[in-house]
């Protein structure tokens, strides 16, 4: 069974959330919609809602991140969920226990969600594939698979400063080939209708055939920057370098750093994000990082009410959005 398939109900209702590959614009349209709803809980005297209470939420995160695990814990707590934190170095799979064990004795804990960050591709299909029917799993990243609440911020994003999706160029530069955010945002990008995507990045970090992901490619910046109205930048992995996949930081930085210089030659609303955390003077200068351009600061309170969107809908307490058939 695929992640696509897996994440839906009977009727087409979230009730995992894995990868966006394979929605529709309804649904994902709704996503982003709901989340409008909470984009205001921050401002609050009282920043919560009473939609989760009563449940609880585990993360469980195999890779350290603190940006995304502390936006899914306030997400969870505004939401007014219980949550736990569960730290895998030192948890029961370090010590001789299944994953398959730890998730048994979570659910016999009465956890009703589990937000899962893993090395490997397709951890998190897994784990939903083997949880029981009353418990929900969302991906905060797998592998080089998929990202999809980032995806999906990312496009709250956009949507908020530039919202005919159809009439949009978005440009994604660097590491292409290793990055699940890339993966999830391309996907959602076609599914809302961007008919100009752009990968830029060297040979080296490009997949084959990332064409028939419906995106054409660029090795030169300057020209893959032309004309477009969003700039996605990706973090680089310094391992990258060590691994002779790139020659050295400041040759990156010459070649497909994001500058001042080469902003011009995009659209003058053009709007420049980052997943975080960013290697300045390596992806992208410091001026542009901090400039009037830049939604980057956006992107991490986006990301609340996103989260607060899909961990209300796959846990079935947010208006329908099955949308049909996917």
Do not use: W
């Amino acid at each position: 069974m695929t992640p696509h398939t897996i994440q839906l109900d009977q009727h087409g209702r979230l009730k995992h959330f894995l990868t966006t590959e394979g929605l529709n614009r309804q649904t994902l349209t709704s996503i982003l919609d709901y989340a409008e709803s909470f984009a205001g809980v921050s401002g609050r005297a009282v920043k919560k809602v009473p939609l989760l209470r009563g449940k609880t939420v585990a993360n469980l995160f195999f890779e350290s991140s603190t940006r995304t695990r502390t936006t899914f814990e306030l997400a969870a707590k505004r939401l007014s969920a219980d949550v736990l934190n569960i730290n895998i170095a030192t948890s029961a799979t370090n010590k001789g226990e299944t994953l398959q064990d730890t998730l048994h004795t979570l659910e016999a804990m009465h956890c009703d969600m589990f937000v899962v960050r893993h090395g490997n591709s397709g951890a998190a299909h897994f784990i939903a594939g083997q949880v029981a029917e009353n418990v929900h799993v969302i991906n905060a990243g797998d592998g080089r698979h998929a990202h999809p609440t980032q995806a999906m911020l990312d496009m709250f994003t956009i949507r908020r400063h530039k919202p005919d999706f159809e009439s949009l160029r978005v440009a994604i530069v660097g590491d292409i080939a290793h990055s699940r955010v890339a993966r999830s945002e391309i996907h959602a990008l076609n599914i809302l209708g961007v008919s100009d995507i752009r990968v830029i990045a060297p040979k080296t970090l490009i997949p084959d055939n990332i064409e028939s992901l419906g995106v054409r490619v660029f090795h030169d910046l300057t020209e893959g920057l032309q004309d477009v109205d969003v700039i996605a930048m990706l973090r680089l992995q310094r391992e990258r370098i060590k691994n002779a996949v790139l020659p050295s930081e400041e040759e990156y930085f010459r070649c497909f750093g994001l500058t001042g210089t080469r902003l011009r030659v995009a659209k003058p609303d053009v709007i420049v994000m980052h997943p975080g955390p960013i290697n300045r003077g390596i992806e992208i200068d410091s001026q542009v990082a901090d400039g009037d351009r830049s939604v980057i600061l956006q992107q991490v309170s986006h990301g609340i009410a996103i989260r607060m969107a899909v961990m209300a809908m796959v846990m079935g307490a947010a208006p329908d959005s099955s949308g049909g058939d996917n």
